[in-house]
């Protein structure tokens, strides 16, 4: 019978051998032969279990770990070669995804699903979904999670983006925002701490759960889809809005005791931040999302003191007709709002875009992209693109069957996502395609996982060029500084002049960006911006390869100096535009690292005076 630990050992003498990368396919054909020993047919080394293993008998075995003999550089080459996904970190960071409680949403959008299991807009099969539920939607119980499951697949974790789903942010109620960010942060800083070894971190993850239990509320899929089977019944039937079921599942019982305690003051986050600032799981990156009648100079300013650095932002289309024909609530002149105030904040905007809404055609959805990539009000930072599909709890069902919406055909839906990408300037990313929906949940509309690959390959073809930022990433690959090419797009919007700085490769493949935002001097935007006039913002400071732990010098393009070369160039652009001072919308994980480049801590910013400023 062969053993997970006689292929380990294989794997670790071969590294040893050879100062060269053994291969995937090395891999394959190691594991296919320790398991053809088994002569049963039977899988028993997996390479998805290979790390794991690895990680567990260096954590409880010390003496089995140490007659391995794994000195510091085999170990990071093993961890390369067994890690799983490694797109996963290719973006220069690890993602921790949490959603917060079931609450009510003050719109009541057409195709937005009604799970009284989630929050507003989400679906319990969601994989974000699933794992909130079992950690009773908690931070710090979701984070604690997330840590554990990338570390075992042999991810960095000592940077952390958050990303924070469900419904509407500036919905809940600020104290519960505050608790709900600060055990964010009590979880990054409480993993891997010196002060805490991993048998406190158990019995503290035990007593927070056992706070739930105590209070009636259940964590099992069952139990949980049980108790909501007789509301959701109702709201399917249209007998009970999601407000009014959610409103009945969560304002009582046991959730209404939890409340007691879900809260937290600004200077208890303040706290966890200053803890974070010098934490083994620091975060460099916080995303909250939101709609646009909800953004307004009061909730950024809280958003900023929570130490938010990205919005989300539902816009879903730019069509006064569909989004009124869709019960948005909302018109785009109100999202042109929301743009100019989140650049005024230096806030990177993420917006959530949709195509085959109802009342759109391909024809208005082309057209409506391209406004939106291209026009002054709007150009945002990052798009998640998708289209509308249809699910059983959302009112487009009856829309459905009453003839009024019906799905594009495959091959049009390819045609109209390869044209929006091909409007899509450089400065823009595009995160997805399609929404985390499992395919049983989707009663019509595109069920294909690949649906990006489809639009990719069709492009291809065309011989089409692709400028967003996604498809040009050099994701995992190594990068030869020397190689890379400073280049500079400007653009103006409604408020700023933009410059997206950005590391290339001589085939146009991105290695790291930087956004500038240069406000206008304008009374205006004067009222709107919460720095002085003369101050310019750097909005957005990221390099690519894989997350590298802090202070190594990592496998791609992180710690080569790219970072400080584009601050250091949009310094020189700010100030030869005659711009007083550089603010940075700095994540309280990255404060050292704008400190070390001359920046002070300033307010909601960190700034760095410019020479000949007064
Ligand atoms: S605003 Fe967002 S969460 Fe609320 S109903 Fe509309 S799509 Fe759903």
Known sequence: MPTMEEALLEII???????????????????????????????????????????????????RWRAWAVDEATEERLVRLLRAKPRRTASGVATITVLTKPHPCSSACTYCPNDVRMPKSY???????????????????????????????????????????????????????????????????????????????????????????????????????????????????????????????YGEGGWKAVVAWQRATLAEVEAQHRANEQAAHRCVGLVVETRPDLVAPEALALMRRLGCTKVQMGIQSLDDAVLARNGRGIGCATVARAFRCLRAYGFKVHVHFMVNLMGATPATDRADYARLASEAPFQPDEVKLYPCVLVG?????????????????????????????????????????????????????????????????????????????????????????????????AYVTVGTAERFLQWVTAEGRIAGFL?????????????????????????????YGIAARLGHSGEGAQHQGLGRQLVERACAIAAAEGYGAVNVISAVGTREYYRRLGFQDAGLYQRRPLPGAG
């Open 13 to 63: 003498a071969a590294l040893k051998a050879s100062d060269s990368e053994p291969s995937q396919q090395w891999l394959d054909k190691l594991l296919r032969r320790h398991n053809r020993a088994a002569h049963d047919g039977r899988r028993t080394v997996a390479k998805r279990r290979l790390l794991p293993f690895y990680l567990k008998a260096k954590a409880s075995d010390p003496e």
């Open 123 to 249: 679906l319990a099969d969601e994989p974000a979904c699933q794992r909130a539920e079992r950690n009773f939607f908690d931070p710090y119980l979701q984070v604690m999670a997330r840590l554990s499951a990338l570390q075992a697949m042999g991810h960095g974790t000592d940077k952390v983006e958050l990303i924070v789903l469900g419904g509407t942010w500036s919905d809940y109620d600020p104290a519960y925002q505050a608790w709900f960010v600060a055990e964010l942060f009590r979880a990054l800083n409480e993993a891997g701490s010196p002060g805490m070894g991993s048998a406190a971190v158990a019995q503290a993850v035990a007593e927070r759960e056992g706070r739930y239990v105590q209070a009636g509320i259940a964590c099992e899929r069952e139990a949980r889809a049980a108790e909501a089977a007789p509301l959701q019944h109702a709201v399917d039937a249209g007998a009970l809005t999601y407000n009014q079921a959610v409103a009945q599942a």
């Open 393 to 489: 709890s959302s009112r487009l069902m009856a829309a459905h069957q009453a003839g009024e919406w019906a799905p594009y055909a495959t091959d049009e839906l390819t045609a109209v996502l390869a044209d929006d990408v091909r409007a899509t300037p450089a400065f823009t990313r595009i995160s997805r395609m399609i929404r985390d929906i499992s395919a049983h949940d989707i009663v019509a509309g595109n069920k294909r996982t690949n649906l990006r690959q489809a639009v990719e390959e069709r492009l291809t073809a065309e011989g089409a060029a692709v400028h967003e930022i996604r498809h040009r990433e050099i994701a995992t690959s190594a990068v030869e500084p020397g190689q890379l090419r400073l280049d500079e797009v």
């Open 515 to 543: 956004r500038l935002s240069l406000p206008e001097r304008s009374l205006e935007q004067q009222a709107l911006q919460p720095t002085a006039p003369n101050e310019a913002m750097i909005r957005e400071v990221h390099v």
